[in-house]
């Protein structure tokens, strides 16, 4: 059974800095793929930045492009997003997600989120 484990959401003042985590089991995580989504209260659920293990690619959504940063630890299957310069409108529910591609509609499977708030 695949399972993704969110950790490192927290409450912090614009400016600040979090980094989250996301560990992975029950997959190849070479062969696969690790998305970050957001949700914010009354929006839709947002892809923000993907990262695939076997080539190194990565992907930026223009909003965070230049503030945040993914990166992978293939020795512990965990990604990290590095979130630097936060804004209140980064609040939001994050989530990871795992699939064989960061072109993928729908990732196959998801964490449980962790909240991230900033404050003005």
């Known amino acids: 059974e695949v399972q993704l484990v969110e950790s490192g959401g927290g409450y912090v003042q614009a400016g600040g800095s979090l980094r989250l985590s996301c560990t992975t089991s029950?997959?190849?995580?070479?062969?696969?793929?690790i998305g970050w989504f957001r949700q914010a209260p009354g929006k839709e659920r947002e892809g923000i930045s993907c990262?695939?293990?076997?080539?190194?690619?990565?992907y930026y959504e223009y909003s965070v492009r230049g503030r945040f940063t993914i990166s992978s630890d293939n020795a512990k299957n965990t990604v990290y997003l590095q979130m630097s310069s936060l804004k209140p409108e980064d609040t939001a529910v994050y989530y990871c997600?795992?699939?064989?591609?960061?072109?993928?509609?729908?990732?196959?499977?998801w964490g449980q989120g962790t909240q991230v708030t900033v404050s003005s």
């Open positions: 997600a795992a699939d064989r591609s960061c072109s993928t509609r729908y990732f196959a499977s």
């Open positions: 029950g997959l190849t995580f070479d062969d696969h793929v």
């Open positions: 990262i695939s293990n076997s080539d190194g690619k990565t």
